[in-house]
């Protein structure tokens, strides 16, 4: 098995084909995401390219088709939250269990981390024991539960909240690099 982690590629129509395509169930047939409807190609890909002007779009290759990917956004758009990022991993079904989301999750951390993020938060719906393990298992610790706070596929569904630390907290923190500043690049290999 052949496995590689890299940045997603915008302009590359597949990578964004791919990952909508492992998002896919997750939209129509689960409540792990709240979308209730598949967003068009056009309109993913510009996710990917939005998420990139500041953060990591991770995808892993596994002998050479997309296997998941993983990536962090803005937990909240004012500044004062600007070292703190929400992170989200979504996998194949083949590809459960083979240690690639924790791959993905090592090879993302480390990134931001060199950018100078400080704070990594984990919304997963619940009940999701495969989802909160992982991210228990990388660090991750519960920080609260939002109890009934959306309803999709004809009930309601609690949120969970899980905070990692990346870094000491500065006590005076620079602006996070965007992603297109890191010198060198990051190698983006899998890193526990």
Same mark, same amino acid.
């Given at each position: 098995?052949?496995?590689?982690?890299?940045?997603?590629?915008?302009?590359?129509?597949?990578?964004?084909?791919?990952?909508? !395509?492992?998002?896919?169930?997750?939209?129509?047939?689960t409540a792990v995401s709240?979308?209730?409807?598949?967003?068009?190609?056009?309109?993913?890909?510009?996710?990917?390219?939005?998420?990139?002007?500041?953060?990591?779009?991770?995808?892993?290759?596994?002998?050479?088709?997309?296997?998941?990917?993983?990536?962090?956004?803005?937990?909240?758009?004012?500044?004062?939250?600007?070292?703190?990022?929400?992170?989200?991993?979504?996998?194949?079904?083949?590809?459960?269990?083979?240690?690639?989301?924790?791959?993905?999750?090592?090879?993302?951390?480390?990134?931001?981390?060199?950018?100078?993020?400080?704070?990594?938060?984990?919304?997963?719906?619940?009940?999701?024991?495969?989802?909160?393990?992982?991210?228990?298992?990388?660090?991750?610790?519960?920080?609260?539960?939002?109890?009934?706070?959306?309803?999709?596929?004809?009930?309601?569904?609690?949120?969970?909240?899980?905070?990692?630390?990346?870094?000491?907290? %500065?006590?005076?923190?620079?602006?996070?690099?965007?992603?297109?500043?890191?010198? %060198?690049?990051?190698?983006?290999?899998?890193? !526990?």
């Amino acid at each position: 098995m052949s496995t590689r982690i890299r940045l997603a590629n915008p302009a590359d129509s597949g990578d964004a084909a791919a990952c909508l !395509d492992i998002y896919r169930p997750f939209v129509e047939e689960t409540a792990v995401s709240f979308e209730t409807a598949l967003p068009p190609l056009e309109e993913f890909r510009g996710r990917i390219v939005d998420v990139l002007q500041r953060a990591p779009w991770l995808v892993c290759e596994v002998d050479g088709g997309i296997a998941g990917y993983a990536y962090a956004t803005r937990l909240r758009p004012r500044a004062a939250y600007q070292w703190s990022v929400e992170t989200t991993v979504y996998l194949a079904p083949a590809a459960r269990g083979r240690g690639l989301a924790r791959a993905l999750y090592g090879s993302l951390v480390h990134g931001l981390r060199r950018q100078g993020y400080v704070n990594a938060y984990a919304v997963i719906t619940l009940p999701n024991a495969p989802s909160v393990g992982l991210h228990e298992r990388l660090g991750f610790r519960s920080a609260g539960v939002f109890p009934g706070v959306g309803f999709k596929l004809g009930r309601w569904h609690d949120v969970g909240w899980w905070h990692l630390r990346i870094q000491d907290l %500065p006590a005076q923190p620079h602006a996070p690099l965007p992603l297109a500043e890191l010198s %060198p690049a990051p190698e983006w290999e899998p890193r !526990d």
